[in-house]
């Protein structure tokens, strides 16, 4: 059964600690990304990657980080330098970063920073 | 920056009512890709429209690009309880080499029956 996964689906962490987020795809695509969802508010691009061992900042990657180490994760690392870390955060995938494809979304995981 | 603005916010209707969202972009889009959100859930996948003045069905959702590639359109015909849920349209702009999506806010869209 192919698809995203992301764990934990909740997250509660105390202010000053970092937190890393899981995101598994088993879909084969190159291009990985990361998103941050707040109550009404659309979808903001944290960072994404194009392929392996590469990637690029999005437009609020400020006090987080990534890596790309295999194909198939892709963990974003919420740093103490975020400054409202609390929020939903989705990943997603595309076959690839340069068509025109959709993005296949994980369930997501709700962090809560006290 | 690039922006997709996408109205209304919100909307409540009566089952059997229609709906309609509307985004507009601040630039011209290579293409325009159509998702809902149901209550709790992720983003899924609808329809990506490419060509100017591009209008394709599901059932009872009508989507539409506009002629100058900047805005779209979702229609609902006949408004189910199952349609309930956030949906967000996604411009598609290629910039640096990738084809970035740049979201609406969405529109929540609350059926009574």
């Known amino acids: 059964d192919g698809g995203i996964t992301q764990s934990p689906k909740y997250l509660f962490r105390k202010e000053g600690q970092n937190v890393t987020l899981s995101c598994e795809q088993n879909l084969n695509h190159d291009a990985m990304y990361w998103y941050r969802q707040d109550p009404g508010q659309g979808l903001r691009l944290i960072y994404y990657s194009q392929i392996v061992n590469d990637f690029q900042k999005g437009d609020i990657a400020e006090g987080y980080s990534v890596s790309r180490e295999k194909k198939e994760s892709f963990p974003l690392t919420v740093t103490s330098a975020q400054k409202n870390p609390t929020a939903f955060y989705l990943c997603?995938?595309?076959?690839?970063?340069?068509?025109?494809?959709?993005?296949?979304f994980g369930p997501g995981t709700r962090l809560t920073v006290t | 920056g690039q922006q997709v603005m996408q109205i209304p916010q919100y909307q409540h209707v009566q089952e059997g009512e229609d709906f309609t969202t509307y985004c507009n972009s601040s630039?011209?889009?290579?293409?325009i890709q159509w998702y809902k959100q149901r209550p709790g859930g992720h983003p899924v996948f609808l329809i990506q429209?490419?060509?100017?003045?591009e209008v394709k069905k599901q059932k009872r959702l009508t989507f539409q690009f506009g002629e100058a590639k900047k805005n779209s359109s979702l229609h609902i015909t006949a408004t189910q309880t199952t349609d309930v849920g956030t949906y967000f349209c996604a411009g598609q702009i290629y910039s640096g080499g990738y084809n970035k999506l740049i979201f609406g806010a969405g529109t929540r869209l609350a059926v009574h029956p």
């Open positions: 630039t011209t889009l290579s293409n």
């Open positions: 429209l490419v060509k100017s003045g």
């Open positions: 997603a995938s595309s076959i690839d970063g340069r068509g025109s494809y959709e993005q296949y």
